[in-house]
Nanobody, 123 residues
Framework: QTQLVESGGGSVQAGGSLTLSCTTSERIDRNACMAWFRQVPGKSREEVASVDGYKTIVYSDSVRGRFAISKGYGNTILNLMMNGLKPEDTAIYYC?????????????????WGQGTQVTVSS
């Protein structure tokens, strides 16, 4: 799997905001499905938000209305604006892309992944 690079993670208090970015030096079709996942140690990885090649955006119930996903420009292929952060948003956040299709599928359909960036929200 080719590595993407996430940035923008950090520690904030509840109610705060962070914006994550995902960059790559690889040529990835901007019409590919791209997504943000997150994982808490000991739990399975959760898809947070995705945007496919038809600009269809899907959010998990836990972040809808607070997070906004968008595709980037240049080397930055994907962003995630996170507002109204809650302690339960604490996790490692991963950027992923599925270069083989405009449509998003399951987690195992994504063939590009980042190493993750830590987001910690304190109460």
């Amino acid at each position: 799997q080719t590595q993407l690079v996430e940035s923008g993670g950090g520690s904030v208090q509840a109610g705060g905001s962070l914006t994550l970015s995902c960059t790559t030096s690889e040529r990835i079709d901007r019409n590919a499905c791209m997504a943000w996942f997150r994982q808490v140690p000991g739990k399975s990885r959760e898809e947070v938000a995705s945007v496919d090649g038809y600009k269809t955006i899907v959010y998990s119930d836990s972040v809808r209305g607070r997070f906004a996903i968008s595709k980037g420009y240049g080397n930055t292929i994907l962003n995630l604006m996170m507002n109204g952060l809650k302690p339960e948003d604490t996790a490692i956040y991963y950027c992923a892309a599925r270069s083989t299709s405009r449509l998003c599928g399951n987690e195992w359909d994504f063939n590009y992944w980042g190493q993750g960036t830590q987001v910690t929200v304190s109460s």
